[in-house]
């Protein structure tokens, strides 16, 4: 048994991790069709025209893609301990030492962002 396997094993009582569930609304397909479209755009030289099946995806997920590629490329500053909506992250605190994250102003700025335009959209599209 290693050193810390005990505590892993209080920490994850259901077997499941969070990354086993999903939190984007989208197919495996789509989210690799975005993840290669996402490479190119921010490999050195390979930037293109957004592809027709990449832009409703974005679409989809209420994204611009200049906001997906900023946040891709700065995701160790976008998010430093914990990924997620601020709202979310703001009501968290470390397991280990209840300690509440922070969570960058530039990220909170990013949401507020795709905030806006999921509200823009619900006034333009009216109730469901």
Known sequence: ?????????????????????????????????LLDWTGRQLAQGKKGRIPDTVGPILERLQLDHQGWCDLVAHFGRRFFVVAGAPTTIDGT?????????????????????VESRQASTAQRCGPA
Not at 93 to 113: F, G, K
Request: charged fraction near 25%; include cysteine.
């Open 93 to 113: 605190t470390s397991r280990v030492n209840q300690h509440r994250y922070n969570v960058p102003s530039a990220t909170r700025q990013l949401y507020r962002e």
């Open 1 to 33: 048994m290693s050193d810390i396997s005990w505590w892993m094993r209080k920490q994850n009582k259901t077997g499941t991790r969070c990354s086993d569930k999903g939190f984007l609304p989208m197919s495996l397909g789509d989210y690799m069709q």
